[in-house]
């Protein structure tokens, strides 16, 4: 072992034994000193320097210089520096990592020769290392967001730090590296400036702050490769992330660990406990827990959630007030034409839309009716609904954009590097005059928001006056059309997203049926506690927390139900564990005998819930007065009603944008609960007036297909033009 021969030369200088001679002789080169800082802080890297100085009369063999701290023994061996010969002097020196050496300490160097003179092969000097462990708040600093998997040529990678403390911190020297384990000078790093955090700030750094923005819509408060004018850090290193899975670690300016997150494929533990996060996709982002405050385990539990993150996508927590209700309540078939119509007329100033479909001709000249009165109309839609852009929502579009309203779809395309947000913009709301606000489960089309109030779906509603709550819907509206990435401004000549042919001619006729409307709009002026939820944001837990509060009932009344999720539907484990406790619960569900998937995903939920003792029922399109029951929601203990978008499968809470509002009072539960029961009662009727299996239950694929070859036979036509 190569510890064992200058081990022997300390112990014969100390006791004062020479060495046996070489056999040139007159070998006699010495450590003339060492020298170091008198003083460091623990962590940084320390330079040892020593003099060797020939002394001798004739060849000098080769020969090592080995440092030390404190004793010289193996595990105290800072480094060495060996030398096939020497002139006059040689000045070897070695960098010491002082991390864990706060305190005295003693440096010593030892040359390692067959010497005729060992009493001068030693020579040592001290150096005091101060102890610069972090406080109890710099260790409290927590990284939040973690993006290393971005889509293709986006280089964005970011990383966000965020300050729990009660005190601003001063960062200055602190950096992240994805190589903790090696020492301090060798990490890949980028630094921080002399800033300080303040309490609950939150500061991210990515790789290009220009392209950040492009699918953020957000500024970054730092870059680290040089490409827009945001603030430079400081680099060491080619700071790249691997998408395969890493480390990446806060450290002080005295490379203590604040915090660690490994993720993917790799093992480490320093400042880490068990797995790893699991990996993410491209696009996804890996966000820490927050209830209230970030959890904080050092764990993969403080990272791995349901949600699945994609760029861009927004965070909003849900939003609450309480407000002496000024609302208005209503359903489809029976009041909704009426008070969406009579809210279009009431405007003054402004209309913000967001609707998954937008196909309804009588709608259509309700908006224009109001842009024509210098009413200001912006209008988001989804750009690739299933079964593809209807004709009849092309119509729409063009003839908004035309009286001089805006017009936007969401939507990508990988081809052309265009990713999406959201699986769906599948959100159906409306802000009037910054004051006026429309939240419901239906589409604008000829079934969801009917004419006629003897035909169409089965579809809940409410109508709130209220500014601060107009404010927040426009704040969600404002994010989602502000991004660059999937958003396309409405453009007449664009093929897929344009106008319609121009033999195009939308149907005016209005379907009719025999439903009898019951239900008359209902204001309502007592005090309510609402809550606006959103998906992917906060539907989730919101749905779960308000089921799990329910005590005596639960009355679901959904579109469709699926059962496995990432296991079992998270809304339906509680409705069991609730039943369990001996609350009431009816669950009431649409059957189309056109929609074979979600039939089947129905029937299989069906026969989860029954065997746990819940009672259901099915509405048949087929035989009941309505399209479909298309509605999306539920009402717990008589006071606090869910009206929403969100159909309770998967997707529609994981990745959809959509929005819902939960309404805490009796009257607005009463008012639904009747709508409720009224289906919950139906039994099979003689359906008369439109035939809906011609009109609306057509197979998908087929009319697509005929309208798809149209439109490329008008298409090749004007090519040959």
């Known amino acids: 072992m190569r510890i064992v021969a200058p081990v ?9 034994i020479p060495p046996s001679h070489a056999d040139e ?5 010495c450590i003339r000193w060492i020298k170091t800082r008198k003083c460091a802080g623990e962590g940084e890297i320390v330079k040892i320097k020593a003099r060797v100085d020939n002394l001798s009369d004739g060849r000098v063999p080769p020969f090592t210089v080995y440092f030390y701290h404190d004793e010289v023994k193996e595990d105290n061996l ?26 005295e300490h003693k440096m010593i160097a030892l040359l390692d020769i067959n010497d005729d003179n060992i009493s001068n092969n030693l020579a040592s000097s001290s ?10 708040a710099e260790r409290k600093m927590l990284i939040t967001e973690i993006y290393y998997h971005p889509y293709p040529n986006r280089n964005n990678e970011y990383i966000c730090i965020h300050n729990p403390a009660r005190k601003s911190i001063n960062i200055y020297g602190w950096y992240l590296t994805k190589d903790p384990w090696k020492r301090a000078d060798k990490q890949t790093k980028i630094i921080f400036p002399n800033i300080f955090m303040k309490e609950n700030q939150t500061i991210c750094v990515t790789q290009n702050a220009s392209s950040f923005f492009r699918e953020t819509g957000k500024d970054a408060d730092f870059e680290y490769y040089d490409c827009s004018p945001t603030p430079d850090l400081e680099r060491k290193g080619s700071f790249i992330l691997s998408n395969e899975g890493g480390v990446v670690c806060l450290k002080d300016l005295y490379n203590h660990t604040i915090d660690t997150v490994v993720y993917g494929n790799k093992n480490f533990s320093d400042g880490w406990n068990g797995k790893s996060v699991r990996n993410t996709g491209a696009g996804e982002i890996m966000k820490r827990i927050c209830n209230i405050k970030f959890v904080d385990t050092n764990s993969s539990s403080d990272w791995e959630q349901n949600r699945t993150y994609r760029i861009g996508q927004s965070d909003f927590p849900p939003f609450r007030i309480r407000i002496k209700g000024d609302a208005t309540l209503f359903s489809s078939p029976d009041s909704s034409f009426e008070t969406i119509c009579s809210e279009i007329e009431k405007a003054n100033n402004s209309i913000f839309l967001n609707l998954y479909e937008f196909t309804s001709p009588l709608l259509c000249d309700a908006i224009c009716s109001a842009l024509d009165r210098n009413v200001s109309v912006t209008l988001l839609l989804e750009g690739q609904p299933a079964g593809g852009l209807p004709m009849e929502e092309r119509y729409v ?5 035309s009286h001089g309203g805006k017009v936007f779809y969401m939507a990508g395309e990988v081809s052309e590097g265009r990713y999406r947000r959201y699986a769906f913009d599948h959100a159906k709301y409306a802000v009037i005059d910054n004051q006026i606000c429309i939240i419901q489960s239906a589409n604008w089309g000829k079934t969801g928001v009917p004419s006629s109030r003897t035909f169409g779906n089965r579809e809940w509603g409410i109508v709130v006056n209220n500014r601060s709550l107009a ?11 502000k991004h660059e990435e999937d958003i396309m401004p409405f453009t007449p000549s664009d093929f897929l997203y344009g106008a319609p042919p121009p033999d195009f001619i939308i149907d005016r ?20 506690n609402f809550t606006v939820i959103l ?17 005596k009932s639960i009355l679901v009344e959904q579109f469709y139900i699926q059962k496995e999720w990432d296991g079992i539907n998270p809304f339906l484990r509680e409705i069991v564990n609730r039943i369990r406790e001996g609350v009431e619960v009816r669950v009431l569900m649409n059957y189309n005998p056109y929609y074979e998937s979600t039939d089947e995903m129905n029937e299989e939920t069906a026969s989860y819930l029954r065997n746990n003792g819940i009672e259901i029922k099915f509405v048949y399109s087929n035989w009941s007065y309505f399209t479909n029951v298309h509605n999306k929601g539920m009402i717990i203990d008589g006071n606090r009603t869910l009206i929403s978008s969100i159909n309770w499968n998967e997707n529609s809470v994981r990745n959809n944008r959509e929005m819902g509002i939960i309404v805490d009072n009796e009257e607005v539960a009463e008012y639904f609960t009747k709508i409720f029961n009224y289906d919950w009662n139906l039994s099979g009727v003689e359906k008369k007036g439109t035939d809906m299996a011609n009109y609306r239950h057509m197979d998908t694929a087929a009319v697509i297909a005929v309208f798809g070859m149209a439109f490329l036979l008008i298409y090749l036509h004007w090519r040959r033009k």
């Open 471 to 481: 404010d927040f819907l426009l704040k969600v509206f404002e994010d989602d059309l």
């Open 127 to 136: 150096i005091k290392i101060f102890d610069t462990s972090p406080g109890e």
């Open 397 to 401: 579009a063009e003839k908004i954009y």
């Open 25 to 29: 002789g007159g070998v006699d080169i």
């Open 8 to 16: 022997i030369v300390a112990l014969l200088v100390v006791a004062g």
């Open 535 to 551: 998906s992917p944001d906060n539907a989730e837990e919101e749905i779960c927390k308000l089921i799990s509060s329910a005590e």
């Open 78 to 103: 800072i480094g060495e520096r060996h030398y096939d010969s020497i002139n006059v002097y040689r000045l070897p020196s070695v960098s010491w990592d002082t991390k864990g050496f706060a305190g």
């Open 509 to 528: 006729s209005v379907p009719d049926g025999n439903y009898i409307a019951r239900f008359s709009p209902r204001h309502v002026n007592s005090t309510c």
